[in-house]
């Protein structure tokens, strides 16, 4: 095996090329500290403080549609007289929303009573009618069949 020797002028060479960039990077942040020391420094606006009252305001996120959009229908017939609430208004359970003219209801509603005071009538005549035939029933003076009738219309 052989081996080779250098000249001694060659370890020199790397070694100072070393050297030299070593230096240079060391040397080469001083002159930055001394350029940024001597910059300006940034304007600043300043202001005197004031007390006052100042509004307050905030910005939420909202609906333009109702959660419960109902649609209202007439339930029954009749002229409607007034409205007691406004488009877009929130309204509860049991309030009165319109008024309807009540004489047609009225009127219905006292032809009806006056068929229930008929009928109680025609009821009160029957309960008569079937006390009184009873005992003439009994000694023979009416049929059976009448009194039979009376005791059917009781019913």
Same mark, same amino acid.
């Given at each position: 095996?052989?081996?080779?020797? /250098? &000249? &001694?002028?060659?370890? @020199?060479?790397? %070694?100072?090329?070393?050297?030299?960039?070593?230096?240079?990077?060391?040397?080469?942040?001083?002159?930055?500290?001394?350029?940024?020391?001597?910059?300006? &420094?940034?304007?600043? *606006?300043?202001?005197?403080?004031?007390?006052?009252?100042?509004?307050? @305001? %905030?910005?939420?996120?909202?609906?333009?549609?109702?959660?419960?959009?109902?649609?209202?229908?007439?339930?029954?017939?009749?002229?409607?007289?007034?409205?007691?609430?406004?488009?877009?208004?929130?309204?509860?359970?049991?309030?009165?929303? @319109?008024?309807?003219?009540?004489?047609?209801?009225?009127?219905?509603?006292? /032809? *009806?009573?006056?068929?229930?005071?008929?009928?109680?009538?025609?009821?009160?005549?029957?309960?008569?009618?079937?006390?009184?035939?009873?005992?003439?029933?009994?000694?023979?003076?009416?049929?059976?069949?009448?009194?039979?009738?009376?005791?059917?219309?009781?019913?």
């Amino acid at each position: 095996m052989k081996m080779r020797v /250098q &000249p &001694p002028h060659t370890h @020199f060479r790397r %070694g100072s090329g070393v050297l030299l960039c070593l230096l240079l990077a060391l040397t080469s942040g001083c002159d930055r500290q001394e350029a940024e020391s001597t910059a300006m &420094p940034p304007e600043v *606006l300043v202001a005197e403080v004031i007390q006052k009252d100042v509004p307050i @305001f %905030g910005e939420w996120v909202g609906t333009t549609v109702g959660y419960v959009d109902a649609q209202i229908r007439a339930r029954i017939q009749g002229y409607l007289l007034s409205r007691h609430y406004t488009e877009g208004s929130v309204v509860k359970a049991n309030d009165l929303l @319109f008024k309807i003219d009540p004489r047609p209801y009225k009127a219905t509603l006292d /032809q *009806l009573q006056a068929e229930l005071i008929r009928a109680e009538a025609a009821y009160k005549k029957s309960l008569l009618d079937v006390r009184r035939n009873t005992p003439l029933a009994a000694e023979g003076a009416i049929s059976q069949k009448e009194l039979d009738d009376a005791i059917q219309a009781r019913a």
